[in-house]
C-alpha cells in the first residue's frame, strides 16, 4: 500500500542518513576534518530535518494547509500559537549566535592573515600586535603557535635594550603559549618545531645566565627529538637536531645528519653541515 511505501521510503532514508553520519564521524576521527566533510557535516542534518518535516499526511482541507493555525470552523487555534512563537524565536536565537559565531572566525582569520603579512616583513611588533587580536577574538593553537616565537623574539629584543621587566613579562607569555599549543595539540610535529625555535631564542637572550640559558637549550632538544619521534621520516627535524646540538654533541650531530641524507640524498642543507663538521 501506499502508508507502507511511505514508511519503507522514511526507514531508508533514516538509515541512510545514519550511516552517512557515522562515515563523517570516523573520517574525522581517524583522518583529518576537510571542507567538504565540514559541508556534509552541518548541510546533512538540515536536509534530514526538512525532508522529515515535509513528510506528513496529506490531506483535504486546502484552508488548514494554507492557514495551519486556524481550525474547521475557521477560528485560529490557540494550541499552535504558543509553539510556533517558540520556534520562531529559537531560530532567530540560532541565527544570531551562527552568524556572531561566524563573523568572530572571520575576524580572527582576518587579523591572523594580516599577521603573516607583517611576518614576511619582519615587521614583529605588529604581527605580534595582530597574532594578540585573532586571540582574543578566537583561541586557535595554530595562532597561539606563532604567538610563542613572536612573543620569545620580541623578548630578545627587548633583553638587548635592558627592559628587563617588560622582557620577562612576554617570556613569560612566550613559554605560556607554546605550552598551551603543546596541551591542545599534543600530536602536531609543526607545533614541537616552533616550540624549539621558541626555546632557542630564549636561550640565546639568556648567555648571560649560563643556568637558565641551558635550561632552554635542553627544552628545545627535547622539543625537537619529539617532533623526530612523532615524524621520523622527515629529514627537516633531524637535520635542524644536528644544528643545534653541532657544538655540543658532534658526534651525535655527524650520525643525525647521516641518517637525514639517507632519507633525502640530495637534502643540500644537510649536506653542507656535513662538511663543515668534517673539516
Known sequence: SEASQVGDDKLFFSLSYFFL?????????????TTVTNLFF???PALFLVTTSNNQQPTDNIDVILNPRRNSSGMKDPTTEKPHLILSI????????????????????RAFAKSKEYRANEEVLNAYQETQNAL???????????????TANLAANLKL?????????????AKLFSDQTILYSPYNMYYYRTRAKTFYVLSISHLEDRKKSKEYYEEAVIALSKAIELAPTEPKNIYTLASLIQENEPVRAKLLLKKALKLKPDYLPAQELQ???KE
Open 161 to 173: 635594550q635592558k627592559q628587563t621587566a617588560h622582557a620577562n613579562e612576554l617570556e613569560r607569555r
Open 90 to 109: 529559537c531560530y532567530l536565537i540560532s541565527a544570531i549566535m551562527s552568524l556572531s559565531y561566524l563573523y568572530n572566525y572571520f575576524s580572527a582569520d
Open 136 to 150: 582574543n577574538t578566537r583561541y586557535e593553537s595554530v595562532y597561539a603557535d606563532q604567538q610563542a616565537y613572536m
Open 21 to 33: 553520519m557515522c562515515s563523517i564521524f570516523a573520517t574525522n576521527f581517524f583522518g583529518f576534518s
Open 275 to 277: 662538511k663543515k663538521l
Open 42 to 44: 552541518y548541510t546533512l
